[in-house]
Nanobody, 123 residues
Framework: VRLVESGGGWVQAGGSLRLSCAPSGRTFGSYAMGWFRQAPGKEREFVASINRSGNWKWYTDSVKDRFTISRDSAKNTVYLQVNSLKSEDTAVYYC?????????????????WGQGTQVTVSS
């Protein structure tokens, strides 16, 4: 399974981006999907996840009111809408796919990973 992220870039604090991830290979609906991020010198951390059907979502506390994860089965794509960006959101954002129906914040729950897309927030 190949995961391809897009949508990262440079943005000023308070701005927004929409990250996209499209898995190839098996049927899109076979995966729960997640987003993680890794800042320089830090460990990879969970951001958000969505179950196979899209009716359940899970967020880390620091992004709950600012980020929204969603999926579009017609486009075989999962999105992460990131609003009100802060400098501490600067990181490489990774898309991940899990064969579970629902996956939480444990990296080990995810079976496939993308190469990442850089988000840089300038203050």
């Amino acid at each position: 399974v190949r995961l391809v992220e897009s949508g990262g870039g440079w943005v000023q604090a308070g701005g927004s981006l929409r990250l996209s991830c499209a898995p190839s290979g098996r049927t899109f609906g076979s995966y729960a999907m997640g987003w993680f991020r890794q800042a320089p010198g830090k460990e990879r951390e969970f951001v958000a996840s969505i179950n196979r059907s899209g009716n359940w979502k899970w967020y880390t506390d620091s992004v709950k009111d600012r980020f929204t994860i969603s999926r579009d089965s017609a486009k075989n794509t999962v999105y992460l809408q990131v609003n009100s960006l802060k400098s501490e959101d600067t990181a490489v954002y990774y898309c991940a796919a899990s064969l579970k129906v629902r996956a939480y914040d444990d990296i080990d729950e995810y079976d496939y990973w993308g190469q990442g897309t850089q988000v840089t927030v300038s203050s």
